[in-house]
Nanobody, 118 residues
Framework: QVQLVESGGGLVQPGGSLRLSCAAS????????MGWFRQGPGKERELVAT???????NYADSVKGRFTISRDNAKNTVYLQMNSLKPEDTAVYYCAYRTTWQSTFTSWGPGTQVTVSS
């Protein structure tokens, strides 16, 4: 089993930046995929960014060019650098884990709140 804990959320003004971290522990397979999801008020949860074991990445159209996902395998940590934040980025952000051969994410963190407001 894999445990995930997010950190780095908070209140930021429009146009500002935040860096989220997700620390993983437990039975982590080296071949894994990590993702960042978010769920805004009254909205469904959406996949924001994904990073694969080889380092390739995918992003939702709404965050392309503004968000960057990265990973430090030695620290079992995944990051989400968020720049040029907009009020519509306000949400609870969750990190998630799956092994390379699984089709769905199987472990989730409790989430961290990001609020973009002036």
């Amino acid at each position: 089993q894999v445990q995930l804990v997010e950190s780095g959320g908070g209140l930021v003004q429009p146009g500002g930046s935040l860096r989220l971290s997700c620390a993983a522990s437990g039975s982590i397979f080296s071949l894994n995929t990590m993702g960042w999801f978010r769920q805004g008020p009254g909205k469904e949860r959406e996949l924001v960014a994904t990073i694969f074991s080889g380092g390739s990445t995918n992003y939702a159209d709404s965050v392309k060019g503004r968000f960057t996902i990265s990973r430090d395998n030695a620290k079992n940590t995944v990051y989400l650098q968020m720049n040029s934040l907009k009020p519509e980025d306000t949400a609870v952000y969750y990190c998630a884990y799956r092994t390379t051969w699984q089709s769905t994410f199987t472990s989730w963190g409790p989430g961290t709140q990001v609020t973009v407001s002036s």
